[in-house]
């Protein structure tokens, strides 16, 4: 089992920049990779952004890259996602996931961390 705690969300003007961090613990040595996703009112939940445990790697959506930039720090077992420039259509409850394996499911979920965007 991982438990995945988020951080960090909160309410901030358009064009501002929140940092979200994700603190993993339990087995994190059967961790692939984690991600960054999120749902706002009334809509499905959407990937944001992912970065491998380790090594080199991540993705983002067309929506947020350039403005969002995902990290990790392995020895405090934590992924980080800046958010520069926020829109408010980013509004959202921001959640992340950890995958076992390449191309699996997203296995664990955190409990989400609301970010609200006010124009």
């Known amino acids: 089992q991982v438990q995945l705690v988020e951080s960090g969300g909160g309410l901030v003007q358009a064009g501002g920049s929140l940092r979200l961090s994700c603190a993993a613990s339990g087995r994190t040595s059967i961790i692939y990779a984690t991600g960054w996703f999120r749902q706002a009112p009334g809509k499905e939940r959407e990937f944001v952004a992912s970065i491998r445990w380790s090594g080199s790697g991540s993705s983002y959506s067309g929506s947020v890259e350039g403005r969002f930039t995902i990290s990790r720090d392995n020895s405090k077992n934590t992924v980080y996602l800046q958010m520069n420039s926020l829109k408010p259509e980013d509004t959202a409850v921001y959640y992340c996931?950890?995958?076992?394996?390449?191309?699996?499911?997203?296995?664990?979920w955190g409990q989400g961390t609301q970010v609200t965007v006010s124009s």
């Open positions: 996931a950890v995958a076992r394996r390449r191309g699996g499911e997203w296995d664990y």
